[in-house]
């Protein structure tokens, strides 16, 4: 029944580790009822509910069960790996409700880990060039973020950043800032105990995340509302 989030099923994890290890449509049809009752419906309440609270925080973050919801299909078109199915399951919540919107809210439960991640991940080139020059043009602003972040137990994740300075910023010779320009996202993250996830609890830890990452949604949002729309 669709309401409040009240927890993922006890065989939510126990799902995803059958499904991996089966790859298999014949064997996901026989198991959907499971997948529907331990996992997609209740991570659908999540969503809603999280949206609800959202709203109520003025975090500019929604989302529903219809939209917000990443497929557990992989799509293996281009991919070497062909198996048919995801480890995991996962949802976005977005200032429009859309996946396509930078500035984010994202949740992820699956076999290697819980988290939860609020980020402007791979934004466009105009947004990312627009990033970049605003720290390098307004230090201040960038490192009270940092500190900021720092005061809320966060810190932006390095992930996939690049080796070098992009062209047109080998002048930024602050170590903090050069690594901060080398960025392809801008993103904090939240580890969940997977012990966690079976109740009610663990919506006010996301909407406790997501408050103590509001600073990186302030600071993009500065910045992309400055920035063309194409």
């Avoid at 290890?21 to 309440?45: A, I, K, M, V």
């Avoid at 080139?125 to 809320?152: D, V, Y």
């Avoid at 992009?166 to 170590?175: L, M, N, S």
Wanted: aromatic share 10%; glycine share 8%.
């Amino acid at each position: 029944m669709e309401g409040a989030f009240t927890g993922f099923g006890q065989k939510a994890i126990p799902f995803l580790k059958a499904l991996d290890f089966h790859q298999s449509r014949e064997w996901f049809l026989e198991n959907r009822d499971l997948f529907e009752t331990e996992l997609r419906d209740p991570f659908g309440d999540l969503v809603e509910t999280l949206s609800g609270r959202f709203a109520a925080a003025g975090l500019g973050l929604r989302g529903d069960r219809k939209k917000s919801l990443f497929r557990i299909n992989r799509d293996v078109r281009f991919a070497k790996d062909k198996r048919p199915y995801n480890r995991h399951l996962s949802a976005i919540l977005s200032p429009d409700g859309t996946k396509m919107e930078q500035g984010v809210f994202f949740i992820h439960i699956g076999l290697e880990r819980c988290f939860a991640g609020v980020a402007w991940w791979q934004p466009g080139p105009a947004l990312l060039l627009a990033m970049r020059q605003a720290i390098a043009a307004r230090p201040g602003e960038f490192r009270a973020l940092i500190e900021a972040l720092k005061q809320n137990r966060l810190e932006l994740d390095a992930e996939g950043c690049m080796k070098r300075a992009p062209r047109g910023f080998e002048h930024v010779t602050a170590a903090d800032l050069a690594a901060a320009i080398r960025n392809r996202h801008f993103a904090v993250r939240h580890e969940v105990d997977p012990a966690g996830i079976h109740g009610p609890a663990l919506v006010d830890e996301l909407v406790d995340f997501a408050l103590r990452a509001k600073p990186l949604l302030d600071w993009g949002r500065a910045i992309a509302a400055k920035v063309p729309v194409d």
